[in-house]
């Protein structure tokens, strides 16, 4: 989950107060600049994490990865998904699963933030360059 958190310390109060107690509870904040707060615990046994930053959602570079997923698994058909989850199911987490897929070179999560950049025409060459289901 991501979230808009201007004030790191009172988002960091009302996770551990909301969220402490589920299982595998754990918390930290980044040490860049804006200090983003982290909280990851489960419930029921499915992991959960929450994101907390001071940018609003829709500038957040999770925010932008997950629109740039959509559109390409939308450009890509059940092609691209099927290689996305069998990537997943092996162990990758979403962005380096992307990236193995698509044959991006380098740190998976800025190259999906550069496709983020791409109009759909741009995402649909990147998809047939790359040899990829759906492309």
Not at 34 to 62: K, M
Not at 67 to 89: D, K, P, Q, W, Y
């Amino acid at each position: 989950m991501l979230c808009h958190a201007p004030d790191a310390e009172a988002f960091a109060a009302a996770l551990w107060e909301a969220f402490g107690h589920f299982a595998h509870f754990a918390m930290w904040q980044w040490q860049k600049a804006d200090r983003p707060v982290i909280a990851a615990f489960s419930v029921a046994g499915v992991p959960f994490e929450v994101f907390g930053q001071a940018l609003p959602v829709e500038r957040q570079h999770g925010w932008r990865h997950f629109a740039v997923e959509a559109r390409l698994l939308r450009l890509g058909g059940a092609g691209l998904r099927e290689a996305v989850m069998a990537a997943r199911r092996a162990g990758a987490k979403t962005e380096p699963a992307f990236a193995e897929v698509l044959g991006l070179e380098g740190d998976a999560y800025q190259a999906m933030l550069d496709l983020g950049e791409k109009n759909d025409t741009g995402l649909v060459e990147v998809l047939k360059r790359r040899g990829s289901p759906g492309g």
